[in-house]
């Protein structure tokens, strides 16, 4: 009995505590609310701004990634380009072998044209002695004539005949009766023939641009 009385009574001392309580803290319990309010808002602005950051960190870690990727590719690049440049000098380096071997042999050439120049001067040398000697071979049957430029005929203006022809400086031709080329050759000059013999026959014409001599020969 004395058990049940002092659990009655403990039992209403507790509930007296629990009214008390409740009538004490209804104030503290809307602070308790209001403040539990504004931690949940806290919260969710934190939990918020950690998503973002958490954002933040993936797109820099997966931006990392491809830099690293870049990067890998771009050593690649310069790994290619060194290559590249390593063969380039490599074959400079032959080019200009072979340029130095190709300026020497041209060198030689350039010698040698020099030779190959002066030999035509001294065969061209040769070739004017040989005319003059021929000259002296061919024996005079008449008088040296001097003739102008212009149009010439055997049998009117000198006599049909064989004659060393020499001492032009241009185009000297000689046509038949007939108008047929017989003789279309540059007298004298740089390019041009010393002499010339020819048989002239009875109404030859000839075309000479510059004037030059004839002598008979036999």
Do not use: W
């Amino acid at each position: 009995m004395k058990k049940r009385i002092i659990s009655l009574a403990l039992a209403l001392s507790l509930v007296l505590a629990l009214v008390s309580l409740s009538a004490c803290n209804n104030g503290e319990l809307e602070t308790l609310k209001l403040e539990y309010s504004e931690l949940q808002e806290r919260y969710e602005e934190q939990k918020e701004a950690n998503d973002e950051l958490i954002e933040e960190r993936d797109d820099l870690q997966s931006e990392n990634v491809t830099l690293k990727d870049s990067n890998e590719t771009l050593e690649d690049t310069v790994s290619e380009r060194d290559r590249t440049i390593s063969t380039l000098n490599t074959e400079a380096g032959r080019n200009r072998t072979r340029i130095e071997e190709l300026e020497g042999i041209l060198n030689e050439i350039g010698d040698h044209e020099g030779l190959v120049t002066e030999l035509k001067d001294e065969i061209s040398g040769l070739e004017s002695q040989r005319d003059s000697l021929r000259s002296d071979v061919i024996k005079i049957a008449g008088e040296p004539k001097r003739f102008p430029a212009g149009h010439l005929y055997a049998g009117k203006d000198f006599p049909a005949d064989r004659y060393r022809i020499y001492n032009g400086s241009s185009n000297f031709a000689v046509y038949s009766s007939s108008g047929r080329l017989q003789v279309n050759i540059i007298l004298g000059g740089r390019n041009g023939l010393t002499e010339y013999i020819y048989t002239f026959s009875e109404g030859d014409e000839v075309q000479a641009r510059s004037a030059f001599a004839m002598v008979p020969v036999e």
